[in-house]
């Protein structure tokens, strides 16, 4: 088969995309919690792949400090609101897709109309409040959710792609106590977070591979390791037990 030149030729060229799962891609809904560190990336990645809609809630201005890892930005871009930035770069990227943002911060009153209706959920927060509560909502309304995190030269992808599957309570029972505050992070590992992330939301969306789900997918920039870290689901967790 010969593929135009056009935007996704090549990823249509693959066997598990085509033009079947190009409009899938189309269709699909992404709404990310954050446009920082891993969010930059995995948000360019799925703007370039052609997701149909994606919605950026950040309440955040960019500070210089962000750039080193934050490639959605520049440094003219310092003060601004980073959704509404991220919004700019990303259809400017490809203004074949619709983006929108929210500068409301993720709460219990909020976080209905904030989150529902999408077809897969890019967890995150300003702390373990927000997190917890994205977590909560996805159970509740059976809706995928990925979690894509960072820090010093590490990182790693979590899905918790069906009802079955442990959630991001199950895999951080401490999280409340012990996610707080700014942590030291080497930019290339929130680059390659960002792209695993990605490409977890995409397979969901597709319908094909395999997800990390059961498990944290983990890598060591400076060691070179990939590991799957087995996480099961908690008997009694305050978030999934009633499940």
Not at 19 to 46: D, I, N
Not at 174 to 195: F, M, Q, Y
Request: hydrophobic letters at 35%; a negative charge.
């Amino acid at each position: 088969m010969q593929f135009k030149d056009e935007r996704y030729n090549r990823q249509e060229m693959m066997p598990q995309i085509g033009t079947e799962g190009q409009r899938l891609l189309r269709r699909a809904s992404v709404v990310s919690v954050g446009a920082g560190g891993v969010k930059s990336p995995l948000l360019y990645y799925l703007a370039a792949a052609g997701v149909g809609r994606i919605h950026i809630i950040d309440f955040d201005r960019i500070e210089t400090s962000n750039l080193n890892r934050q490639i959605l930005y520049r440094s003219h871009d310092v003060g601004r609101l980073k959704a509404e930035v991220a919004a700019e770069e990303l259809l400017e990227l490809n203004p074949e897709i619709e983006v929108t943002f929210s500068t409301e911060r993720v709460d219990d009153e909020n976080v209905e109309r904030l989150l529902a209706g999408y077809s897969v959920i890019l967890e995150g927060g300003d702390g373990p409040e927000q997190r917890l509560l994205c977590n909560s909502f996805a159970i509740q309304t059976s809706t995928p959710m990925v979690h894509v995190s960072a820090q010093y030269g590490y990182g790693y992808v979590f899905t918790m792609a069906s009802p079955g599957d442990p959630c991001l309570q199950c895999a951080f029972p401490d999280l409340p106590e012990n996610r707080r505050g700014p942590v030291p992070v080497w930019g290339v590992s929130t680059g390659l977070a960002g792209v695993l992330g990605a490409n977890e939301v995409l397979k969901i969306i597709l319908g094909k591979g395999d997800l990390a789900s059961g498990y944290l997918f983990s890598f060591s920039c400076f060691k070179n390791d990939f590991i799957k870290v087995p996480i099961d689901r908690i008997r009694g967790c305050p978030a999934c037990g009633s499940r």
